[in-house]
């Protein structure tokens, strides 16, 4: 496959490669030949995505690997009705329910996760946004885990400008807040608040100066055009930070009986958004441990030959997670070098 220049005579999927490696958007030729290629495209076709996509990940991010971490630090109760969500007051799980945590046990949990290789640590709790004494210990919670060394997140709803000044005084690194899916397929997971509340929570917080990771969960039964669609509202934005969820259907959910993606089909999700997001970092998180398997095998080394450059160690918000030791091995074997420093 060709991919010296963007300009010189080329297949439509190779010129996308060729564009992606320059980190330039793909045209409309280009990015119709990737879609094709990930919704029907012959073996040989996927496998030189594949290879594309790990060129453009070399290219742009070396053999770097970011490692994140998060806790539950308020579950369960969320007035929100998004489709997947085992949090959600509208659906019947068996998903752990409890007050905001105390700072000084969100502390320990980042201490733990320092010690394991992360170097971002997120505070997410449910609701659309908190209450004002949930708001105050997250501010202590946010200074306490900078304390630790590590970029301290939040992901907690919506945020005002004020309260985000608030939160960056008390050394907030970044938000997050994903988009979870296409704007056009939206209305089908979540009625209870409108797509343009979280893009602009996105845009306040870049405008703010934040960190900003925002993305997606996949396999909710979109279509390649709404994946694309996400992808390009995310370039848009500006977003250089985005986690890759796959939908893990939870009894209880509106989105219980939905099947699990197949490996194939999320490697491909995640080279299409290495070549739309040629420099982004793209974090894969949950359901990755569902859909890939055990950390060590071929599906977990997979995911960074299609375009990954960071994955998200320990648990996830309601469901246990990849030990981050395996992680940790799976990195050396594949010869990459965990990046430190993301204060």
Request: hydrophobic fraction near 45%; aromatic fraction near 4%; include cysteine.
């Amino acid at each position: 496959m060709t991919c010296s220049s963007a300009d010189s005579p080329q297949s439509p999927l190779d010129r996308a490669v060729a564009l992606a490696l320059e980190d330039r958007a793909l045209d409309a030729a280009a990015l119709d030949a990737v879609l094709a290629c990930c919704a029907a495209g012959p073996d040989e076709d996927a496998r030189r995505l594949l290879d594309g996509a790990r060129a453009v990940r070399t290219k742009h991010l070396r053999d770097e690997l970011h490692l994140c971490a998060i806790i539950n630090a308020k579950s369960g109760a969320c007035t929100e009705d998004c489709a997947f969500c085992a949090q959600s007051s509208r659906h019947k799980t068996d998903s752990p329910r409890h007050p905001f945590l105390e700072p000084e046990d969100i502390a320990r949990a980042a201490r733990a996760m320092k010690a394991r290789g992360a170097s971002r640590f997120g505070i997410v709790a449910s609701g659309l946004a908190p209450t004002q004494a949930e708001f105050e210990k997250l501010c202590r919670a946010v200074a306490l885990v900078r304390a630790e060394g590590l970029a301290a997140d939040v992901s907690v709803g919506v945020l005002t400008r004020e309260r985000l000044r608030k939160l960056k005084d008390a050394g907030l690194s970044g938000v997050h807040h994903n988009l979870e899916v296409a704007r056009s397929f939206f209305p089908r997971i979540c009625t209870t608040h409108d797509y343009e509340d979280d893009v602009e929570a996105v845009r306040l917080a870049l405008a703010e100066g934040c960190f900003v990771c925002s993305g997606g969960i996949f396999g909710l039964g979109e279509s390649w055009a709404q994946r694309a669609e996400l992808a390009q509202t995310l370039r848009e934005l500006g977003v250089r930070n985005v986690p890759m969820n796959v939908l893990v259907p939870i009894a209880g959910t509106r989105m219980e009986g939905r099947p699990v993606l197949s490996a194939r089909e999320a490697l491909l999700i995640l080279a299409l958004y290495r070549l739309m997001l040629p420099s982004a970092q793209l974090r894969v998180c949950g359901g990755r441990g569902l859909v890939f398997g055990p950390a060590g095998g071929e599906a977990q080394r997979e995911l960074f030959a299609s375009g990954a450059s960071g994955m998200m160690v320990g648990d996830y918000l309601t469901i246990a997670g990849t030990p981050p030791e395996a992680d940790l091995e799976l990195a050396r074997s594949l010869g990459l070098r965990v990046a430190e420093g993301e204060l």
